[in-house]
């Protein structure tokens, strides 16, 4: 995996959040909705949706996202994305980074939660 800028980091976060940690498919329009949230709490300036759909192309290639573009007729089209790496291994190395490690925290504890003993 190559290196991530942190807005590759955030957009990955949100990907894992709006993917429920892989269980289901979303669309651009959520991972970028929630990248925007991420953001504000990193305190940093989101980039345009345009953007975000080339980091998520990026990480397509790079094997950690699925992404399809669907076409929804008169209401235009979006991209299908799918996460394809383990949340867990993705999550454990967000977290261990220190621009994005709290962020990583909290949204992986969200995302899986710990198992009961």
């Known amino acids: 995996m190559y290196d991530l800028n942190l807005t590759e980091k955030l957009v990955l976060l949100a990907t894992i959040v709006e993917t429920e940690g892989g269980r289901r498919l979303s669309h651009t329009g959520k991972v970028y909705r929630r990248y925007v949230e991420l953001s504000k709490l ?4 989101p980039v345009t949706s345009r953007r975000i759909y080339d980091i998520l192309r990026n990480l397509a290639n790079e ?8 076409n929804l ?15 867990n291994t993705l999550c454990s ?4 980074d220190l621009a994005v490690g709290a962020l990583a925290e909290e ?3 969200d995302v899986n939660p710990p198992s009961p003993h």
């Open 42 to 45: 990193a305190n940093i300036e």
């Open 63 to 70: 094997g950690i996202l699925w992404t399809r573009v669907s």
């Open 73 to 87: 007729g008169r209401y235009g089209r979006t991209t299908v994305v799918k996460l394809l790496a383990p949340p």
């Open 93 to 96: 190395v967000l977290v261990e």
């Open 107 to 109: 949204v992986c504890r």
